[in-house]
């Protein structure tokens, strides 16, 4: 159905939570990307979805942020190319006082 990518050099993003919401906000369907940063989701009715793409729980990419896609299907035509980049998230250096 698409790939993950980080957004700073295209490199696939592995372990990355893909949910699929409709349009109240339901979660029907859970799916994780493999080592090449590719997800596939179950056959969709027609209708409005929304995909959330976040780390997965314990994942070594975590410092990566989520993202979310609005897509539309026509069944029984499948969503292919629904592709993401996630950007790293921008870690403020602690202010905790090491002396």
């Not at 995909?51 to 499948?78: E, H, I, M, S």
Request: charged share 15%; aromatic share 4%.
């Amino acid at each position: 159905m698409g790939r993950v990518r980080t957004a700073e050099n295209g490199a696939p993003l592995k372990n990355i939570t893909v949910e699929v919401l409709n349009a109240s906000g339901t979660l029907l369907a859970t799916t994780t990307t493999a080592a090449d940063g590719r997800y596939t989701t179950p056959g969709l009715a027609s209708g409005s979805y929304r995909l959330v793409f976040r780390p997965a729980d314990g994942a070594a990419n975590l410092p990566y942020a989520q993202a979310k896609r609005d897509v539309a299907v026509t069944a029984p035509v499948a969503l292919n190319g629904i592709d993401v980049a996630l950007a790293r998230l921008q870690i403020a250096p602690s202010s905790k006082n090491h002396a």
